[in-house]
């Protein structure tokens, strides 16, 4: 069997609850609702860049190693190259496509979603 809960205010003896006083005012001041002016990731948007640009780069080039464009002597560097490509272009894409976006003020986009480096 499971123990009595206490009600609040109640004047049973034992009772483990009190209710508070009221204060005049409830506490709050304005500034805790300003949201603080956003800071702008720039080295992160800068990372992103280089991964972007670079992970592009390496795609063209293994495509281009693929097709065949760039002498086959290369050709066992084809893969790699593609697959570090690909690791590097889809994050860099990605947050350069969110830094674009809240740079524009597109609806639902803001520079917090980008991680800082501090």
Known sequence: MMPKRSVVGSSEPGTKYHRLTRVASDGYIDLQFEKP???IPYRAIGLAA???MAGTLLIVIGALLLTGVINAKYADR???VLIIGALMFIPGAYHVRLAYYAFKGYQGFSYEDIPEFD
């Open 78 to 80: 084809t893969w790699p």
């Open 37 to 39: 002016p956003i800071k």
């Open 50 to 52: 280089v991964l972007f």
